[in-house]
């Protein structure tokens, strides 16, 4: 089949490689329908998570449709139109049980081989599927096959950003950087009630896609974050902030804006070796902060009962829709944020 592969740093090949086989009687092979490319690639991208194996499959955001099911595959068979996590799990282990599903014991994230283990990723036009019953979710007929990958991470990391930061509706909020993740975390934040809600970025039309979703937007080029911020709050500081970069200057930002007691919600993937602020920091501060991935699997399956993104036109933050063919200049635009870019998928 046809894949965009990881061949070193900046380097994405659409090559060809061997069909996913069935391996576990509990796998399933999905033959994609739709991937997309996430800010988190952008680190085995640029080099930045280093020790994925060059071959590997890139990417872990896809709808599909079920091309073949293992013996031991009860609720799919061929046919069935799936969405995923970017996280497989076996929905039963002790992190299964609490919804901690990204920390299954026996998980692992699409699109990262490291000393040829690990799994390969959905920028592909197959993909297999570990633990398929406890890892997929049927795509229902009321959601698009754009809500679903949305959902599959973007949306629910989003989302669990926002559910993290403690939103009420008199509370003052932040969220720093309005990519895909950071527009889902806007209008999660605005599900959840918050009134008053910041958006912080240096791009202006994300500022405008952020103002749709009902943010205040802040472009800290021409004004001072931090002095709206405090105008609004006495003086005190944001009640929370999501932070969804994970940069050091995001982190340091995030900090300065909250109030003391405030909550900084973390979900924008670190590789920073050190918090760009100190103990001490945080200590006069009363700070919580709460990061790490967001359980996927578990949000998809919630944020679907609850018929949430059903509700929302959550996908026209995909700007962008390329042939997977076309993936080496997709990952050039998406990068560096050319012609408005803000989400793009990829059709096999
Ligand atoms: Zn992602
Ligand atoms: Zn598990």
Same mark, same amino acid.
């Given at each position: 089949?046809?894949?965009?592969?990881?061949?070193?740093?900046?380097?994405?090949?659409?090559?060809?490689?061997?069909?996913?086989?069935?391996?576990?009687?509990?796998?399933?092979?999905?033959?994609?329908?739709?991937?997309?490319?996430?800010?988190?690639?952008?680190?085995?991208?640029?080099?930045?998570?280093?020790?994925?194996?060059?071959?590997?499959?890139?990417?872990?955001?896809?709808?599909?449709?079920?091309?073949?099911?293992?013996?031991?595959?009860?609720?799919?068979?061929?046919?069935?139109?799936?969405?995923?996590?970017?996280?497989?799990?076996?929905?039963?282990? *002790?992190?299964?049980?609490?919804?901690?599903?990204?920390?299954?014991?026996?998980?692992?994230? *699409?699109?990262?081989?490291?000393?040829?283990?690990?799994?390969?990723?959905?920028?592909?036009?197959?993909?297999?599927?570990?633990?398929?019953?406890?890892?997929?979710?049927?795509?229902?007929?009321?959601?698009?096959?754009?809500?679903?990958?949305?959902?599959?991470?973007?949306?629910?990391?989003?989302?669990?950003?926002?559910?993290?930061?403690?939103?009420?509706?008199?509370?003052?909020?932040?969220?720093?950087?309005?990519?895909?993740?950071?527009?889902?975390?806007?209008?999660?934040?605005?599900?959840?009630?918050?009134?008053?809600? *910041?958006?912080?970025?240096?791009?202006?039309?994300?500022?405008?896609?952020?103002?749709?979703?009902?943010?205040?937007?802040?472009?800290?080029?021409?004004?001072?974050?931090?002095?709206?911020?405090?105008?609004?709050?006495?003086?005190?500081?944001?009640?929370?902030?999501?932070?969804?970069?994970?940069?050091?200057?995001?982190?340091?930002?995030?900090?300065?804006?909250?109030?003391?007691?405030?909550?900084?919600?973390?979900?924008?993937?670190?590789?920073?070796?050190?918090?760009?602020?100190?103990?001490?920091?945080?200590?006069?501060?009363?700070?919580?902060?709460?990061?790490?991935?967001?359980?996927?699997?578990?949000?998809?399956?919630?944020?679907?009962?609850?018929?949430?993104?059903?509700?929302?036109?959550?996908?026209?933050?995909?700007?962008?829709?390329?042939?997977?063919?076309?993936?080496?200049?997709?990952?050039?635009? *998406?990068?560096?944020?050319?012609?408005?870019?803000?989400?793009?998928?990829?059709?096999?």
């Amino acid at each position: 089949m046809q894949a965009l592969t990881f061949r070193g740093a900046e380097i994405i090949e659409y090559s060809t490689v061997k069909d996913p086989q069935l391996i576990q009687p509990s796998d399933a092979v999905v033959k994609i329908s739709m991937a997309s490319i996430c800010g988190s690639d952008l680190h085995v991208y640029h080099g930045r998570e280093t020790g994925e194996d060059h071959g590997t499959v890139m990417g872990h955001e896809f709808v599909g449709v079920v091309e073949e099911v293992g013996a031991n595959v009860t609720r799919f068979k061929k046919g069935t139109k799936v969405l995923s996590p970017f996280t497989t799990s076996c929905g039963e282990c *002790f992190y299964c049980r609490i919804g901690l599903t990204c920390r299954c014991e026996k998980g692992n994230l *699409f699109g990262w081989m490291h000393n040829g283990h690990g799994l390969h990723g959905a920028q592909a036009a197959y993909i297999r599927v570990p633990m398929a019953d406890s890892t997929l979710l049927p795509l229902s007929a009321d959601l698009s096959e754009k809500k679903g990958l949305l959902l599959g991470d973007a949306f629910s990391t989003g989302y669990f950003s926002a559910e993290n930061a403690g939103i009420n509706p008199s509370g003052v909020y932040a969220v720093i950087g309005c990519g895909p993740v950071g527009l889902m975390a806007i209008l999660a934040a605005k599900h959840l009630g918050a009134k008053t809600l *910041f958006a912080v970025d240096l791009i202006d039309d994300r500022l405008s896609f952020a103002e749709k979703f009902g943010a205040i937007p802040l472009n800290p080029s021409l004004t001072s974050v931090k002095e709206q911020i405090l105008n609004v709050t006495q003086g005190r500081g944001a009640d929370a902030v999501m932070e969804v970069v994970g940069s050091d200057k995001s982190l340091t930002l995030a900090i300065d804006l909250i109030r003391p007691g405030g909550t900084i919600s973390s979900v924008g993937v670190h590789t920073e070796k050190n918090f760009s602020f100190s103990p001490g920091e945080a200590y006069d501060k009363n700070l919580t902060y709460k990061s790490g991935r967001c359980p996927a699997r578990y949000y998809a399956e919630k944020l679907l009962r609850e018929g949430i993104p059903q509700q929302y036109a959550i996908e026209d933050i995909i700007t962008h829709q390329f042939e997977l063919a076309e993936g080496t200049k997709a990952y050039e635009i *998406f990068d560096k944020k050319l012609d408005k870019c803000i989400k793009a998928v990829l059709i096999p």
